[in-house]
């Protein structure tokens, strides 16, 4: 960790408290020795007063000579009173006073020893305290309680590791509700999907039983029969390949292949794509820009996104109506806008066209509501933005791929 101000405090502490007692421990010698000097010296000048008195003839040059003399010769004088000079004081007064300043010391260092013991076990307790506490907050997650307030302003070790964890908290509390979102939707789709399932599956049931319990069934009606079965039979084939297809977004494991591909192919392509539906209605689709625009793209899959834009459009157009297709670019993006003149979209499910499943109440009887939402997810995974305006004349869809 980076960051350990808890650490450098206490050290502080304990390099102050060194630093303190080191200076208290200095004044205490030297008041020892000053009080040892003090005594020392009194004695000497009550002595060499004496001295003076009865000798007259010594200089203090021969006392002060006599003071400092450097050699180390035993004493006679108090060595006839068992007197070492070496190991014993003389002045019985700082006999006294070394005593005195003994307990003063070894009460110093005891205390000085008492004091870092302290600081060393609030340190330690309070790092015992935090990692206790990081395991009740693991404990609590363990049991699925992500509503976890860790309160710490700190940055030592503890504390980063309590941020971290709070942050893991948020994460997984984040997570179980998404999941929990997730299994709901799930659950939802699964719904939907019986339901779209169910509709067409009836549908060639009832069918399937006319035919077999009528073999001498007019023929017109026969094909009708068959022609129903063939219809419903591809409005499956179509929501289950679109399903997959979504899957594939939803768990991320469709591969873009990006080329630069010209504009006016992918339009041309979807074109083609749904020309059948337009020659029943007699639709026609008019294309106002021969502008030669590259796109770096997956051409497949926009080509499919414009193909379901396209079929919608058609499906909401009545018979002999146009749709209009003009594409340009500026320095942000390029852009195709598709325009139809049919119903239009009410405005109560203009927000909800690109929800999987949803149906609005001008959608076409075969609808199954999934072709929007698999168109929105195709550009997006483009880089690309889609949006919808409609009024009772007609629905505009804009769609913008960014270049940067």
Not at 151 to 160: G, L, T, Y
């Amino acid at each position: 960790m980076k960051n350990k101000v808890e650490l450098k405090k206490y050290l502080f502490i304990i390099g102050l408290t060194s630093l303190c007692s080191l200076f208290l421990f200095l004044i205490i010698n030297y008041y020892e020795y000053h009080t040892y000097q003090s005594n020392f010296n009194r004695k000497i000048n009550a002595i060499i007063t004496i001295i003076k008195e009865k000798y007259p003839l010594l200089t203090d040059n021969e006392i002060i000579e006599i003071l400092n003399n450097k050699e180390k010769n035993q004493s006679i004088i108090f060595a006839k009173y068992g007197i070492d000079i070496n190991d014993e004081s003389i002045i019985i007064a700082n006999d006294h006073n070394h005593i005195i300043f003994l307990v003063i010391n070894i009460l110093f260092i005891v205390s000085l020893i008492l004091l870092l013991l302290i600081i060393f076990y609030r340190y330690n307790k309070k790092k015992e305290n935090d990692i206790q506490d990081i395991i009740r907050y693991l404990e609590q997650i363990n049991q699925k309680n992500y509503e976890l307030k860790i309160d710490s302003i700190s940055e030592d070790e503890q504390s980063i590791l309590k941020n971290e964890i709070y942050k893991t908290t948020i994460l997984l509390k984040e997570t179980a509700e998404n999941i929990k979102q997730d299994k709901m939707n799930l659950k939802k789709s699964l719904e939907d999907i019986s339901h779209q399932l169910k509709t067409p599956l009836t549908s060639i049931y009832i069918t399937l039983d006319n035919l077999i319990e009528d073999p001498n069934m007019d023929e017109k009606i026969r094909n009708d029969f068959i022609r129903d079965i063939k219809r419903e039979a591809t409005n499956i084939n179509f929501l289950v390949q679109s399903l997959l297809k979504l899957s594939q977004f939803d768990t991320n494991t469709i591969h873009f292949t990006k080329e630069k591909v010209s504009v006016k192919k992918i339009i041309y392509n979807a074109i083609k794509n749904i020309s059948p539906l337009c020659d029943l209605k007699n639709i026609t689709i008019m294309v106002n820009s021969n502008e030669d625009i590259d796109l770096v793209c997956d051409s497949k899959w926009q080509t499919e996104a414009i193909t379901n834009i396209l079929k919608n459009c058609a499906e909401h157009s009545s018979n002999n109506q146009q749709i209009l297709i003009n594409y340009n670019q500026n320095t942000a993006y390029t852009f195709i806008e598709i325009k139809d003149f049919g119903k239009g979209i009410s405005q109560k499910d203009l927000p909800h066209i690109f929800e999987r499943f949803y149906k609005g109440e001008n959608s076409n009887i075969d609808s199954i509501g999934i072709g929007l939402s698999l168109t929105k997810s195709i550009i997006e995974k483009d880089d690309g933005l889609i949006n919808v305006k409609s009024s009772p004349g007609g629905t505009t869809f804009m769609i913008k791929y960014y270049k940067y």
